[in-house]
């Protein structure tokens, strides 16, 4: 990322700090395509990339640690074997599929299970009303369009 934000034709990135995590949110840009690699993990720390994807499925989450991939898999899915770490919080947030249950209701939102069962596990807080009304610090992420990126 580079300077504040003084253009709106590249896209760009709201972030801050919140709990220990630092965050960033882009919108409207596949944001994959720009920043979630595993160097952006080298010397220890921990990133969680969280894809929605609205127009171009499935919604995805990337977890990297130490500049290494350890695992992705679409929200709404049970992790795999890589992220089994992730499976009580998964279970409890009835992502885990149980052929002892009934189908999930039809009002069952999985984006939404998934993100409070990977809020629960990481102890991730975001100050929803900050990122949504308040005036947070936002940067270029890029300055050539995504597609030309790489994926």
């Known amino acids: 990322m580079s300077g504040w934000l003084s253009t709106t034709e590249n896209p760009r990135a709201r972030f801050g700090e919140c709990a220990g995590w630092s965050y960033l949110i882009e919108q409207g840009w596949p944001s994959k395509a720009l920043w979630a690699h595993p160097e952006v993990s080298m010397g220890g720390v921990e990133v969680l990339h969280l894809t929605p994807k609205p127009d171009d499925p499935p919604r995805e989450c990337w977890y990297y640690r130490d500049?290494?991939?350890?695992?992705?898999?679409?929200?709404g899915e049970t992790p795999d074997e890589q992220l089994a770490f992730l499976l009580p919080a998964s279970e409890e947030g009835g992502l885990v599929d149980d052929p002892l249950l009934s189908?999930?209701?039809e009002d069952f939102d999985s984006l939404r299970a998934t993100l409070e069962a990977l809020q629960q596990h990481f102890g991730l807080s975001l100050p929803?009303?900050?990122?949504?009304n308040g005036r947070l610090p936002?940067?270029?992420?890029a300055s050539v369009p995504?597609?030309?990126l790489g994926d």
């Open 67 to 75: 500049g290494v991939t350890v695992g992705r898999f679409d929200i």
């Open 103 to 105: 189908e999930a209701s």
């Open 128 to 132: 929803r009303e900050e990122i949504l």
């Open 138 to 141: 936002a940067a270029v992420t």
């Open 146 to 148: 995504p597609e030309n």
